[in-house]
């Protein structure tokens, strides 16, 4: 079966062009990444803030034009499509926001948000409207009656289930989430995580998880793609990315992860240095600034390695068959 | 292990019509030199009202309650005013934020603000509290020192910004530092940096740290004791790794079963039911009853501080024993039995 959604050396600039800015530079937030997302999949996307995560889920579902490249979504070329093709298209790919309260009019009810797609899609009429509202309310775990009231009443966790709500309101079959639990507590992460994965189940939905949580996205994702300065720098099944990660990169992520437990002592890999900008990218390999593995050279700083199966994963290092692990073994008492 | 703060039965009180909200109420707790405790707790708990409590910036209309002892080694943090207040900010307790951004002025290079504080508190020329500046830019681990001093601070990362927030704070050499959830905007690559700076100051410096935080997974490689808050109290504290092993107040199991893991099995999460109540609806009796999955008919009464361990104290009718589980399900009998815990 063909992947739901295949995307090929997607690139996206940012120019700065302006007054004082002639011949800057543009920045490159995503410089060619290529993924795939089955039907019914989970795939994360992880990196840390300017990495290009969000911007990649931004632009396979056109909230902003790619630079480049190629989507293809259930066989249509999203980026080839015209305005009239395009809203269709969107009945079908849906986005969440980490701040939902930014995505929501403080003017209309949240019936009237999540409505608002039926009415446009023309998905419904009349009092099935209010039913279908009432109903998908009911399905992300509030109480229909809450349809009457306006978004500041309601708590963050709240929030997010009407975003996620009106997101379904369109009956979508892939939704990007982009940092859906960040600015949530723990309490409520949780009941948002076990939300997204029932839907999941229960819809066959497939997700594009953008987050910077290693231990987030090991909950939900069967896939990860870790991106590093607008690359994607190793990806693979979940379980095999995490326990034997083939990228300095991704191990030291998988290190910096605070883990509730003092019982187990890791070797925390402390990057140095800072990220460089992503308008000035380093030559070569663009994680070598920052790397420390043994056999880090002149190879690294001239050539940029591409992405290669290494074990079970895939990744971009010249040197991925011999990436040194973090993991202290035992525990201390 | 010398005592340097003491905090008994705070309460800060904000009027509302028809009376007073108590955000905090009644929270106690000491530090000792050396000493990094955590108070932990999800937005709303209290958490960072305290902090700003201890250098007396609670925000207006909100005020400190009558009967709140806040003692800074020999001294009355209550009883002071004006000049000696202000001799207390920054010179003996420090204190960074969460977004360093609005903490730095923008229109001030990073050499000037941490030699205003220098200048603020110790009686050196400018020459020298730039020296300091210098210095202490190097011990928060930024390279390059002499040139940074001349940055502005948008010309820093998030990382950087919060290293110099440190070396600010550090400036008047405080006995105390204040850290609320000093790491929660950074990556979490740069959050390992960052804490492993505090706690090599607080090492070498011998100061106690006060991490406020909502991440139990930073406070378990890094503090001696923690304290759980929910709804304005504690309701939990115990040295780090008892309560690691043993979370024994029902809201402490629910955070930890909350939490996804990086290691272990994947298995389907135990939300705490229900969301955080605000301070205007917190319930009479246990304030955790209506979330909590064990409450039983005791709940109905406010419980206090119990002890189930040495040093371990919780605040669950649970403790005497005699509720529908029984302290025996919760607390393992032998020690090494550390995945107890969580029912």
Redesign the interface.
């Known amino acids: 079966m063909t992947p739901l959604l295949q995307v090929r050396d997607l690139v996206k600039h940012y120019t700065t062009a302006g007054l004082f800015r002639a011949g800057a530079r543009p920045v490159r937030a995503v410089d060619g990444v290529s993924f795939e997302v089955g039907h019914g999949e989970t795939l994360g996307l992880v990196g840390e803030s300017g990495c290009g995560k969000s911007s990649v889920g931004r632009t396979i579902i056109r909230l902003q034009e790619p630079t480049s490249g190629e989507a293809r979504f259930d066989g249509v070329d999203v980026f080839g499509l015209d305005r009239t093709a395009l809203r269709r298209l969107r009945r079908r790919m849906q986005i969440i926001f980490q701040d939902p309260y930014g995505s929501l009019n403080p003017r209309m009810t949240i019936g009237a948000a999540v409505a608002e797609g039926i009415e446009i899609h023309r998905l419904a009429a009349g009092a099935e409207i209010g039913r279908r509202v009432g109903a998908l309310l009911e399905e992300v775990g509030l109480d229909p009656a809450y349809g009457r009231r306006y978004p500041h009443e309601f708590s963050g966790g709240q929030r997010q289930r009407i975003g996620i709500a009106r997101a379904l309101a369109v009956e979508p079959s892939f939704i990007v989430c982009d940092e859906p639990v960040s600015a949530l507590d723990v309490s409520v992460q949780a009941q948002v995580l076990n939300l997204l994965s029932d839907l999941q189940r229960d819809r066959g939905l497939s997700y594009l998880f953008i987050a910077h949580d290693l231990a987030v996205v090991r909950q939900i994702a069967q896939r990860v793609a870790v991106m590093y300065l607008g690359r994607i720098v190793e990806s693979g099944p979940t379980e095999a990315l995490l326990s034997a990660p083939r990228h300095p990169y991704t191990v030291a992520l998988l290190s910096a992860v605070p883990e509730p437990d003092p019982t187990r002592r890791r070797a925390r890999i402390v990057l140095s240095g800072e990220l460089p900008s992503p308008s000035d990218p380093p030559p070569g390999c663009p994680f070598h600034t920052r790397c420390f593995h043994p056999a880090r050279d002149e190879r690294c700083r001239s050539e940029a390695p591409i992405l290669r199966a290494v074990g079970a994963t895939t990744a971009a290092c010249h040197y991925a068959e011999s990436t040194p692990a973090a993991e202290a073994p035992g525990r201390d008492a | 292990m010398t005592r340097v703060l003491d905090v008994r039965d705070l309460r800060i009180s904000f009027p509302v019509s028809g009376g007073r909200l108590h955000p905090v109420d009644g929270v106690s707790f000491s530090l000792d030199r050396g000493e990094t405790l955590a108070l932990v707790g ?2 709303g708990c209290g958490k960072s009202l305290t902090s700003l409590a201890l250098l007396r910036l609670v925000p207006e209309p909100g005020r400190i309650d009558a009967g709140s002892v806040i003692q800074l080694g020999d001294t009355d943090v209550l009883a002071l005013r004006g000049e000696a207040l202000r001799r207390i900010r920054g010179k003996r307790i420090g204190m960074i934020f969460q977004d360093p951004m609005t903490s730095l002025n923008p229109v001030f290079t990073v050499g000037d603000q941490i030699a205003e504080g220098v200048l603020a508190h110790l009686p050196v020329s400018k020459a020298e509290a730039w020296e300091r500046a210098r210095g202490l830019l190097d011990e928060v681990g930024i390279s390059d020192s002499a040139a940074r001093l001349r940055a502005y601070p948008h010309q820093l ?4 910004r919060q290293r110099v927030m440190i070396a600010i704070a550090l400036s008047a050499e405080p006995e105390i530092l204040v850290a609320d959830e000093p790491t929660t905007a950074l ?7 960052i ?2 700076v505090l706690d090599d100051l607080r090492r070498r410096r011998g100061m106690a740290v006060l991490l406020i935080t ?8 890094r503090a001696d004791r923690v304290a759980v808050m929910y709804a304005g109290q504690i309701v939990e504290e115990a040295r ?2 008892d309560l ?2 043993r979370p024994s107040h029902p809201y402490t199991q ?10 272990g099995p ?1 298995t ?5 039911r229900g ?2 109540p605000p301070p205007t609806a917190w319930p009479s009796g246990c304030r955790f009853r209506p979330r909590c999955p064990q409450a039983f008919d005791k709940s109905e009464l406010p419980p206090e501080l119990m002890t189930v361990g040495e040093g371990h104290r919780m605040r669950c009718w649970l403790a005497e024993g005699d509720g529908p589980i029984g302290m025996a399900s919760v607390l393992p009998s032998h020690p090494e039995r ?1 995945e107890g815990g969580i029912p």
Not at chain 2, 187 to 193: G, H, I, L, R
Not at chain 2, 254 to 263: C, D, H, N, Q, W
């Open positions: 999800e937005s990362s998030g990382g950087m990556d979490v690559t740069v959050q390992a940096q804490l492993e909502h991440d139990l997974g930073i406070v378990a490689g780090t790794g690691f092993a629910g955070l930890f079963a909350s939490v996804p893991r990086i290691t994947v389907r999460l135990t939300p705490i969301t955080v550390s």
